[in-house]
């Protein structure tokens, strides 16, 4: 029998599990938004009551590695996403690029897929992963804008991300690329598990603005796996 005194004292000295569980979201919450980003790191956080996680936005150009499941969001209409995952050290990461490269030219910028996949395997390994038991999931790529398929923007960067990731000897152990929709990814970085959502193809703004943004760069060239949840 637990006398009355000590059920008050326990009742005291304990928040009820829900309270601890929020306070707990509350603390990581607080503790990811005080974090200084690196050049290129994504550092828009916030709670997203759907999926009940801390989560973090990844823009054009951004990328972001973590070890724990705090949630890793982007949305894409011809760009491409790629999820690493080391499944031994369980760390993983999300960059997003616009175009495969800088026409030709070096750039630090990870607007373009040359650099973006080199900065996610980079910061990757710095945090503990081998390249030796990385793989990829990759989503983008799509033409979301009618009229706009001459230049391929999406064929070209999914080409080129499926290209790299041979070169790299990275598997792709799933993918949901092309096609004519805009995409949301999500994707927990400890678990490894990814999750995409297919948008209906009604150009909002904030992808018609990123196409044109990439469609001004890119100049037309004359022609010559694994599982993935939906939410």
């Given at each position: 029998?637990?006398?009355?005194?000590?059920?008050?004292?326990?009742?005291?000295?304990?928040?009820p599990?829900?309270?601890?569980?929020?306070?707990?979201?509350?603390e990581?919450?607080a503790?990811?938004k005080?974090?200084?980003?690196?050049?290129g790191?994504?550092?828009?956080?916030?709670?997203?009551?759907?999926?009940?996680?801390?989560?973090?936005?990844?823009?054009?150009?951004?990328?972001?590695?973590?070890?724990?499941?705090v949630?890793i969001?982007?949305?894409?209409?011809?760009?491409?996403?790629?999820?690493?995952?080391?499944?031994q050290a369980?760390?993983?990461?999300?960059?997003?690029?616009?175009?495969?490269?800088n026409g030709g030219?070096?750039?630090?910028s990870?607007r373009?897929?040359?650099?973006a996949m080199?900065?996610?395997?980079?910061?990757?390994?710095?945090?503990?992963?081998?390249?030796?038991?990385?793989?990829?999931?990759?989503f983008?790529?799509?033409?979301?804008?009618?009229?706009?398929n001459?230049?391929n923007?999406?064929?070209?960067?999914?080409?080129?991300?499926?290209?790299?990731?041979?070169?790299?000897r990275?598997?792709v152990v799933?993918?949901?690329?092309?096609?004519?929709?805009?995409?949301?990814v999500?994707?927990?970085?400890?678990?490894?598990?990814?999750?995409?959502?297919?948008?209906?193809?009604?150009?909002?703004?904030?992808?018609?603005?990123?196409?044109?943004?990439a469609?001004?760069?890119?100049v037309?060239?004359?022609?010559?796996?694994?599982?993935?949840?939906?939410?």
């Amino acid at each position: 029998m637990i006398s009355t005194s000590s059920v008050g004292a326990s009742r005291a000295g304990s928040a009820p599990p829900v309270m601890g569980l929020q306070a707990g979201r509350t603390e990581r919450l607080a503790r990811l938004k005080s974090r200084i980003a690196k050049p290129g790191e994504a550092s828009f956080f916030f709670y997203d009551a759907h999926f009940q996680s801390e989560a973090v936005k990844v823009l054009p150009g951004e990328y972001f590695v973590f070890n724990e499941d705090v949630l890793i969001m982007t949305t894409l209409g011809s760009c491409i996403a790629v999820c690493l995952w080391d499944r031994q050290a369980k760390i993983g990461g999300m960059n997003h690029f616009m175009l495969p490269d800088n026409g030709g030219g070096a750039s630090d910028s990870g607007r373009y897929g040359s650099y973006a996949m080199e900065l996610l395997i980079n910061e990757m390994m710095k945090m503990g992963a081998s390249r030796m038991t990385m793989e990829a999931k990759v989503f983008g790529g799509g033409a979301v804008i009618s009229g706009m398929n001459t230049i391929n923007v999406g064929e070209r960067n999914t080409a080129f991300v499926m290209d790299y990731l041979k070169t790299e000897r990275i598997p792709v152990v799933s993918k949901d690329v092309l096609d004519i929709y805009p995409r949301k990814v999500c994707f927990l970085p400890h678990s490894g598990k990814a999750m995409v959502k297919r948008l209906a193809p009604s150009n909002p703004d904030a992808i018609v603005q990123q196409e044109r943004v990439a469609a001004q760069k890119v100049v037309p060239v004359a022609s010559s796996g694994g599982s993935i949840d939906l939410f």
